[in-house]
């Protein structure tokens, strides 16, 4: 089965992604779409494996397996656990909808982590830059302060949001360059500290509930074994024992 086919026969759930669903589009800003499709079970009994992952088929299109979605939502994947947040979902299915019931089971104090690491990864590029070039790559000290925000507010409240409310025009502002460089430095240090302090006593539990998206993920792949795609011959002739080929 093509990995595009996948993407336009199986998904279960779409969703915007990027400045619009951070509240910092403007005019020229890009629609960043990102999904997640159910491969059939069947197609996992072949020796050659679905995509995990597939890039497009339109541009600025991304979509993972659910199984690795879920993988990746487990270990606090900051840019899996917003998709699961997004404000804009342009597409869910019943089993889409289940995986969304699900988001809180994903949430853990692990995000401490993982937000961390990802966002010095970030800094560490933005300091190269300006050793560089004198001055960094505006959107993404822009981004950098949306994640930091984010983090401190997820540990903080348990709960996370992707709008960045009356911060808008603040972030907008580093964009644009209106802010120094020492300035934004201070930013990033104060969001870091907010979110060690908050991690101290964030209402998360430790670890993401593993038995219960297990539970989910056992669940879709019998019901997707027990009802192949009638229209996919190569998931047919597999149920039906015809082989392949």
């Known amino acids: ?11 279960i759930y779409a969703c915007v992604m990027g400045s619009r669903a951070f509240g910092l589009a403007t005019e020229d800003s890009d629609t960043d779409r990102r999904g997640v499709f159910l491969a059939p079970t069947a197609l996992f009994w072949r020796f050659e494996k679905p995509p995990t992952h597939v890039e497009g088929p339109a541009e600025e299109q991304f979509g993972w397996e659910l199984e ?63 050793r560089a070039h004198g001055t960094p790559r505006w959107k993404h000290a822009m981004h950098l302060l949306r994640l930091l925000m984010s983090s401190r507010d997820l540990l903080r409240s348990g709960a996370l949001t992707l709008d960045v409310g009356d911060q808008r025009e603040p972030l907008l502002a580093v964009k644009r360059g209106e802010v120094s460089w020492p300035e934004i430095e201070s930013w990033m240090n104060r969001l870091a500290n907010e979110a060690d302090e908050a991690a101290l ?42 082989g392949v080929g």
Request: with cysteine.
């Open 68 to 130: 690795r979605f879920c993988e990746l939502a487990l270990r606090a994947n900051p840019n899996i656990l917003e998709c699961l947040h997004s404000p804009f979902v342009e597409y869910v299915d019943d089993t889409g909808r289940e995986l969304l019931a699900l988001r809180e089971a994903f949430l853990s104090r692990r995000a401490h982590g993982t937000f961390t690491r990802y966002a010095l990864g970030q800094r560490g590029k933005l300091e190269a830059t300006v």
């Open 201 to 242: 006593r964030s209402p998360l539990p430790a670890e993401p509930d593993h038995r219960r998206v297990e539970d989910f993920l056992v669940r879709v792949r019998r019901a997707s074994a027990l009802q192949p795609d009638p229209y996919d011959e190569v998931v047919q002739g597999v149920v039906d024992g015809r």
């Open 1 to 11: 089965m093509r990995p595009e086919t996948l993407v336009r026969d199986h998904t």
